[in-house]
């Protein structure tokens, strides 16, 4: 039988969660001109607003607040490029589907975010949020379908999932799964970092 400390040792051997060493917010973009030059690869963060990108993004690298959180939907306006070991970016792309926000907004999203999907050739992975407690919204499945249709590396994390029961979260993703067949689904929550690891290895795999 393995000792706690041999079995905990293990366990750090088959981690593939990678050591950060740096979490830097590098800028705020509006528009491409103002996006990284640097060539380095990209792991974008994608979801209606609220869903917990900003979480997500902090929770990954362990930092409480590199990327601002809020209680207020639509906050993060603008692609935000965050350097993590001075060796590849995540990009927090502004959260959709806000009813509040004018619909120029709207259709500034819409642009902005297509914009940098189809164009940007450092994006190795998109990683699409959804609520694991909803089913996923109509601008969910049609991001969705886009990133499928464009034939876009992307996985899905069905965020808060500390919010629902083993019981209602297996059905739920169930559900998302039935919605989102072709693409590998991933519980989480910032809460307890359920998900974290897979997360972290599919990132690695994006990056390779
Ligand atoms: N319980 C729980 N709450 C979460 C989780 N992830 C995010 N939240 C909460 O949900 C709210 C929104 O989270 P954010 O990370 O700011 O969401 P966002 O997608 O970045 O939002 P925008 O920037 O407005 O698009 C905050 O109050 C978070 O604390 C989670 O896994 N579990
Ligand atoms: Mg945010």
């Known amino acids: ?73 639509g906050r993060t306006q603008s692609i935000n490029f965050y350097l993590i070991n001075d060796a590849f970016y995540f990009v927090d792309l502004p959260g959709y589907g806000y009813a509040k926000v ?16 189809s164009d940007r050739d450092e994006l190795v992975l998109s990683i699409q949020l959804v609520d694991s407690r909803h089913k996923p919204s109509k601008l969910d499945l049609q991001l969705h379908e886009w990133l499928v249709f464009n034939q876009k590396k992307h996985i899905v994390v069905a965020t808060k999932s500390d919010k629902l029961s083993s019981n209602e979260l297996s059905k739920q ?20 970092g359920k998900g974290r690891e897979a997360i972290w290895s599919e990132i690695v795999k994006g990056l390779a």
């Open 102 to 117: 004018s619909k120029s907004m709207r259709a500034d999203w819409g642009k902005m975010a297509e914009e940098y999907l």
């Open 173 to 192: 993703m169930r559900v998302i799964g039935e919605e989102m067949p072709s693409s590998k689904v991933i519980a989480y929550s910032s809460q307890t």
């Open 1 to 73: 039988m393995l000792t706690a400390r041999r079995r905990a040792s293990r366990r750090s051997l088959s981690s593939p969660i990678v050591k950060i060493i740096s979490a830097e917010f590098v800028k705020s973009a509006f528009e491409k001109k103002h996006w990284t030059t640097d060539g380095l690869p990209e792991i974008a963060f994608l979801g209606r607003s609220n869903v917990g990108k900003s979480s997500l993004l902090n929770s990954l690298v362990q930092r409480k607040a590199l990327a601002r959180t809020s209680n207020t939907p």
